[in-house]
């Protein structure tokens, strides 16, 4: 008998009411100030101060979609530690990476052509009969919302378009 001693859960869902949310989100971040960093493939609004409260902005507009993933995951109270938007121009790309020290860490999809790659994720150990490297995409568009343990490595293919690939990431811990 096959019994699983380990998995890894990540939530998942779609926006509701997407369109107006962008709308509103995108109105409150149009002056936000993007960088691109030394070593890095992509402009970020992470590291620049100057940026109004992202956090605030995430709560406020998305209180639903977190409030579905604490009562799912039967968290009373939750704390974004950090919250930033990631650029991707063409051949931008992100290499694998985990967030640390934070309990769980999101992805928000906000532009995505059906033509883009979502995020790629790395299991934790290799596949058991062959020792190849795990990787899994969940399949996503504009208003997917992803929130994964915090700890799991993950990267972005580079951008083959054009067109920008825009999300907003985020670090949180949650408590019982």
Not at 31 to 60: P, V
Not at 89 to 107: E, F, L, N, P, W
Not at 129 to 137: S, Y
Request: glycine share 4%.
């Amino acid at each position: 008998m096959i019994e699983t001693l380990f998995s890894i859960d990540a939530f998942v869902t779609q926006v509701k009411n997407w369109k107006t949310k962008k709308k509103k989100l995108k109105e409150h971040i149009k002056d936000f100030k993007y960088h691109r960093r030394n070593l890095t493939s992509f402009e970020t609004t992470r590291f620049d101060k100057s940026n109004i409260n992202l956090t605030d902005i995430l709560l406020n507009i998305f209180y639903d979609e977190f409030n579905l993933f604490g009562n799912e995951c039967g968290f009373k109270n939750m704390n974004i530690v950090d919250s930033w938007i990631a650029k991707y121009k063409q051949h931008d790309y992100q290499i694998a990476h985990h967030h640390g020290r934070v309990m769980y860490s999101g992805i928000l999809y906000l532009d995505l052509d059906k033509k883009q790659n979502s995020t790629t994720f790395i299991a934790p150990w290799p596949n058991e009969t062959n020792g190849q490297t795990k990787l899994r995409k969940i399949e996503c568009k504009e208003g997917t919302l992803i929130i994964f343990p915090g700890h799991l490595l993950h990267f972005v293919e580079p951008n083959l378009l054009k067109k920008e690939r825009n999300i907003i990431s985020f670090d949180m811990n949650c408590y019982e």
